[in-house]
């Protein structure tokens, strides 16, 4: 306990190192938070329809939620393994990581998006026995669950670019995701500006495009910039047995401790 508590000291002593550890810290912790807060506004925005329109876009989010979870753990275990991959210059290996991690994520994704499309109901009646929150939920489910390949997408590109040190832009790139989400969602909740008053699926509609943009956004950013992890298929693909096995070795405690919240 005395040594962990001399070596804390020299730790907050060494300001080099805090200021680097603050300088990556923070914008992840930022993006983490705004990557929710995206999804989150649709239930902030939709209360002037009443409550049981604010009830029925919480709870489909809550399918969200879990779906988030998920994508969450299997890229937080490549993060680890990309993070070491870059550590030691190994930057095929990092592409390898990014290609399985979207493997993964998409069928991830595809998991939860078949449900939310064809047995809304279903899935709705989870979380309510509610039939006019079921009914509600189910408008915003059927188009909010089509934004889930595209968040899979995004949360993978944005977990590379963790690894090879590249934070900042991921921030910049859930902001104006959410701007365009808050106007959209007023626009096509409340029928501005000339669009039609969709109610709950006007929400879902805003968050589809504002995720679409956030991923062009971040392909933009990888491919235009030509960054490490900028390549084809053929060399995101093409994985060995011993690569497989360390990818799961690292990932699936990862994936298994947050996808049991």
């Not at 080099?16 to 990557?35: E, S, T």
């Not at 879990?66 to 190994?90: C, K, T």
Request: proline fraction near 3%; charge should be positive; charged fraction near 10%.
């Amino acid at each position: 306990m005395r040594q962990l508590m001399i070596r804390t000291g020299e730790m907050l002593r060494d300001r080099r190192f805090l200021k680097k550890a603050l300088m990556i810290a923070c914008p992840v912790a930022l993006q983490g938070m705004l990557n929710t807060v995206v999804n989150m506004v649709d239930t902030l925005m939709i209360g002037g329809l009443g409550s049981s329109a604010i009830a029925a876009v919480g709870l489909a989010n809550k399918y969200f939620f879990v779906f988030s979870l998920l994508v969450f753990g299997i890229v937080s275990g490549a993060g680890i393994l990309a993070a070491q991959y870059w550590g030691n210059g190994d930057v095929k290996s990092i592409r390898k990581v990014l290609g399985l991690s979207i493997l993964l994520a998409a069928a991830g994704a595809l998991v939860f998006v078949l449900p939310g499309l064809i047995w809304p109901h279903q899935v709705m009646r989870i979380f309510t026995t509610s039939e006019s929150s079921i009914e509600l939920g189910i408008k915003y489910l059927r188009i909010a669950v089509l934004t889930y390949p595209f968040i899979a997408m995004t949360n993978v590109y944005v977990a590379m670019l963790r690894a090879v040190n590249k934070v900042v832009y991921p921030v910049v790139c859930s902001c104006i995701a959410i701007a365009i989400n808050v106007v959209l969602n007023y626009v096509l909740i409340f029928g501005k500006l000339g669009a039609p008053a969709m109610g709950v699926a006007g929400a879902a509609c805003a968050t589809l495009i504002a995720r679409c943009i956030e991923l062009i956004l971040v392909l933009g950013y990888v491919y235009g910039k030509k960054l490490a992890l900028a390549c084809g298929p053929r060399g995101m693909f093409g994985w060995s047995k011993s690569f497989i096995f360390r990818f799961v070795e690292t990932s699936a405690p990862v994936i298994a401790n947050e996808f049991m919240w």
